[in-house]
């Protein structure tokens, strides 16, 4: 099964980084489970796209068209090994996909690195995923994205303070669109544990309330370029 949607002329560096990825999302994410993922490091090819798609980015620098286009490529290849149709998928207002009824999904990329994964509604309540750049955060971003508990943790582990930026990015993909309204980093408290490659995120007591959960669970994965955040959630 082809996950990874472009794969000729990869640097040896890269297909080992590839293979981690790979390792990580299959040990979470089987099609027989009604959920799928698919991942590429070129952006330069989207093949399969409509011209409605197209048509959201006649004002984007190429840089973020070829982001979008690339998603859009991932995210269409997922839905289609689980049985859908490629379809345009649609975007509302607030830029988030829309998906086909049955489905939901989530897209991230950063530079180097998209992945997308869907799932079947029946069958998972929340699904996020996150990729960012292994690269230290912003000192003028890290008192904004940590609280001051998971500052003190940083200071005692080797995490790159970015995955809690990660993390808390999928924590917000996973419950934006079930509270319907934004909110900040401070939502969510983040703690890890490093052997098993897990997280939990410890919601505000508003958000608590708003998403009618109390906390999500999710992986990550650390490579020499890429911080890798998913969450998936069954129906309660």
């Known amino acids: ?45 989207q093949p399969g796209l409509t011209l409605k798609e197209v048509s959201y980015l006649h004002r984007c620098v190429p840089k973020r068209r070829n982001e979008f286009l690339a998603g859009r490529d991932c995210a269409l290849h997922a839905l289609h090994v689980l049985g859908k149709e490629k379809r345009a998928l649609g975007r509302m207002d607030d830029r988030r996909p829309t998906w086909p009824p049955g489905f939901i999904g989530s897209i991230s990329h950063c530079e180097g690195l998209c992945l997308a994964i869907v799932a079947q509604t029946n069958r998972w309540r929340f699904i996020a995923c996150d990729v960012e750049p292994n690269l230290p955060l912003p000192e003028d971003l890290q008192s904004f994205v940590l609280l001051p ?72 994965l650390v490579t020499p370029r890429f911080l890798v955040t998913v969450i998936l959630a069954p129906p309660s």
């Open 149 to 220: 508990t998971e500052r003190h943790a940083h200071s005692c582990s080797d995490l790159p303070d970015r995955l809690w930026y990660g993390v808390k990015e999928s924590v917000f993909k996973a419950l934006h669109g079930r509270v319907g309204s934004y909110f900040g980093f401070e939502a969510a408290e983040i703690r890890f544990d490093i052997k098993k490659g897990q997280f939990s995120s410890t919601l505000s007591p508003w958000l608590k309330t708003a998403a009618r959960i109390g906390k999500l669970e999710g992986h990550f």
């Open 1 to 45: 099964m082809v996950t990874w949607i472009d794969i000729e002329s990869t640097p040896a560096d890269a297909r080992r980084e590839r293979h981690e990825i790979s390792r990580f999302l299959n040990g979470l994410i089987q099609p027989e489970d009604g959920v799928m993922w698919s991942a590429r490091n070129d952006f330069e090819c």
